[in-house]
């Protein structure tokens, strides 16, 4: 099929098919995509479009598979969606909602930020996003005796943070950065 004959067909037949795929999904951009994918085919299969009126019915095959393939497409989507929506349903509670319904959000930001910063990302990897030691050790660059005795350290250093009464000096009550804590491991 030449360009001429194919803008012919195109001019000729590109309202029926609209009106057919609109009767078939009710909406006007729905109906638009299977139109632009009904002369797509035809233009990529042009050698095979019959020559003549047949190529009208051909064309609305085209249209009626094109919409077969549109409705798998949102039925799969849709059991994808409620699959996902099901999973966040069922999934365990985040452990940063658990700890910070535990304490003061607040407090437990500022503790945080009194760490160093490989033990916060240890106890975070860990807590938070479900790590083993091991496995934050490998994500930090760490051998993983080292990770579980910073890890076990750390720990500790923010139980006492989150133990301290408020103006003790380890934390700023006022949520701006914390006073370093002293080292006495």
């Known amino acids: 099929m030449e360009r001429t004959r194919f803008e012919a067909l195109h001019a000729e037949t ?15 951009e729905d109906a638009a995509d299977v139109v632009a994918e009904v002369f797509m085919v035809a233009w990529r299969r042009r050698a095979d479009v019959p020559a ?26 849709g059991l994808l969606a409620t699959a996902l929506r099901d999973a966040v349903r069922s999934a365990p509670p985040d452990p940063a909602t658990v700890a910070l319904a535990r304490h003061d959000a607040q407090t437990v930001r500022a ?3 009194a760490l160093p910063e490989i ?3 240890l106890l975070t990897l860990t807590a938070w ?11 930090l660059g760490l051998n993983a005796v080292t990770a579980r005795v910073r890890l ?13 009464p408020e ?6 009550s006022d949520g701006r950065s914390p006073v370093p804590v002293e080292e006495t491991s």
């Not at 047949?54 to 799969?76: F, H, I, K, S, T």
């Not at 030691?133 to 994500?139: K, L, N, Q, R």
């Not at 103006?167 to 700023?172: A, E, L, Q």
């Open 14 to 28: 590109w309202r029926d098919i609209l009106g057919y795929a609109l009767r078939r999904t009710g909406n006007p």
């Open 52 to 77: 003549g009126p047949a190529a009208r019915p051909w064309l609305y095959g085209v249209a009626r598979l094109v919409l077969a393939n549109q409705r798998r497409g949102d039925l799969r989507r």
């Open 111 to 113: 503790g945080l930020r």
């Open 119 to 121: 033990d916060r990302e």
């Open 129 to 139: 996003d479900g790590l083993s030691p091991a496995e934050a050790a490998a994500a």
């Open 152 to 164: 076990h350290r750390a720990r500790n250093r923010l139980r006492k943070l989150l133990q301290q």
């Open 167 to 172: 103006g003790s000096g380890h934390v700023r």
